[in-house]
């Protein structure tokens, strides 16, 4: 299974993006779907997922700013973010994780987007 990540780039502080990342393959079903960054020097940070059944969870940091959601037809999660700050500056990875068509497990990754806070 593979993930496509997109929609980062360089935003001034106090704007919005939003991240999109399909997933492909022989995918019979998708569990969670979850959004991770990585800011240089600093260890991985869950941002947050959402599971099948739309639950959702959020790291404190960006609770009321960013909100995630997917498109179980499309297979496909979203990550609106807004009120950006300079410290949500990171590289942006995508994960999922479900069954493919044979029923076994699958963990993915996507390959990274770019977001960058700065004016």
């Known amino acids: 299974v593979q993930l496509q990540a997109s929609g980062g780039g360089l935003v001034q502080p106090g704007g919005s993006l939003r991240l999109s990342c399909a997933a492909s393959?022989?995918?019979?079903?998708?569990?969670?779907m979850g959004w991770i960054r990585q800011a240089p020097g600093k260890q991985r940070e869950l941002v947050a997922a959402i599971t099948s059944g739309g639950s959702t969870n959020y790291a404190d940091s960006v609770k009321g700013r960013f909100t995630i959601s997917r498109d179980n037809a499309k297979n496909t999660v979203y990550l609106q973010m807004n009120s950006l700050k300079p410290e949500d500056t990171a590289v942006y990875y995508c994960?999922?994780?479900?069954?493919?068509?044979?029923?076994?497990?699958?963990?993915?990754w996507g390959q990274g987007t770019q977001v960058t806070v700065s004016s």
């Open positions: 994960n999922a994780d479900g069954r493919i068509a044979t029923m076994e497990l699958f963990g993915s």
């Open positions: 393959g022989s995918i019979f079903s998708i569990n969670a």
